[in-house]
């Protein structure tokens, strides 16, 4: 057996940065949750299903979020592996060696669906798997064992981590920055999703409809306002960090993503996240929708200003 104590998941609704966050205070990188969401673009990302299932917030292609995350300070080591692979059961024992190996260097680790659909920090191990801090669960519970991870979705995920030189802040800012155009305008995402400004649309529109999950839609509005309150505080910390640049500018962006995490959070008030709603009659609320659109418009205008920024820096 082996554990890394004081290493743990910090709470949040993208599971993901949660496990980050986690990983680098371990490693002894003090950076604000603002920060490491932000400049890595995670913040920026906003990414739908049709009919809201709850996928939406993990299911899009975040190999330029991995990227971005040596700008502000950590690398990781991956294996991603599919449960129809025919190599399947090879790739869980490699994860499983793989992960042992960096935690017995010290090095924190994450993995996805230890066991539910999240992100979990990976703390330690034990003969059986795998010890987890997570949502629902700490190390003190009985190990995931190895052999059933990615068994469900069907996707094995694990990471590794390890701390970098970051980049200069401007370097940060700018790169991050770049990267929320690309998803603004719907790229990087899986088919039958959509990321960028559509994705409010196709939220809109599933409101309209009628079709809006009812467990997805508490999830996906749980997410994303995250996202859009840790965007306007990583751009604030950013006026901080680069007095005199823009400081305007930064401003008047953090205001409008200030805005859609406000329209966001108001729909999370009418329909607030419940672990019992599966299979609940789908959403049908024009009041909904409508702020839905507001989103968009203040989403829209806070995307002028990272195009206002991107010159100015």
Request: proline content about 4%; charged content about 25%.
């Amino acid at each position: 057996m082996k554990l890394l104590e004081g290493l743990t998941w910090v709470g949040s609704w993208m599971s993901l940065m949660g496990c980050v966050k986690g990983c680098l205070d371990f490693l002894g990188r003090d950076e604000s949750r603002e920060w490491v969401s932000g400049g890595c673009g995670h913040a920026f990302a906003i990414n739908v299903h049709e009919e809201l299932c709850p996928s939406g917030p993990t299911a899009w292609q975040r190999g330029r979020v991995d990227e971005l995350g040596a700008n502000v300070g950590w690398t990781t080591k991956q294996i991603v592996a599919f449960k129809e692979a025919d190599d399947f059961p090879v790739r869980q024992r490699e994860a499983f060696d793989m992960v042992c190996a960096h935690l017995d260097e010290g090095l924190p680790c994450w993995g996805w669906e230890m066991p539910i659909p999240e992100y979990y920090v990976i703390a330690g191990y034990t003969d059986e798997g795998y010890l987890t801090s997570g949502p629902g669960r700490s190390p003190a519970d009985d190990a995931v064992p190895w052999q059933g991870v990615g068994g469900d979705i069907g996707v094995l995920e694990v990471a590794a981590c390890s701390l970098c030189d970051p980049a200069p802040d401007d370097v940060v800012v700018r790169e991050a920055l770049a990267l929320t155009l690309e998803f603004s305008e719907g790229l990087h995402a899986h088919d039958n999703w959509t990321m960028g400004l559509g994705a409010f649309d196709l939220w809109a529109k599933a409101l309209d409809e009628g079709i809006a999950d009812r467990f997805g839609l508490g999830y996906n509005s749980e997410c994303w306002a995250e996202c859009r309150g840790q965007a306007a505080d990583f751009l604030v910390e950013a006026r901080g960090r680069l007095p005199g640049l823009a400081d305007a500018l930064f401003g008047e962006a953090a205001g409008h993503y200030t805005t859609v995490h406000e329209k966001l959070v108001a729909v999370r008030d009418l329909y607030p996240f419940k672990h019992d709603c599966e299979g609940e009659e789908q959403v049908q609320d024009s009041a909904a929708a409508d702020l839905i659109r507001e989103a968009k418009v203040a989403e829209e205008a806070a995307l002028t200003g990272v195009r206002s920024l991107l010159s100015a820096l």
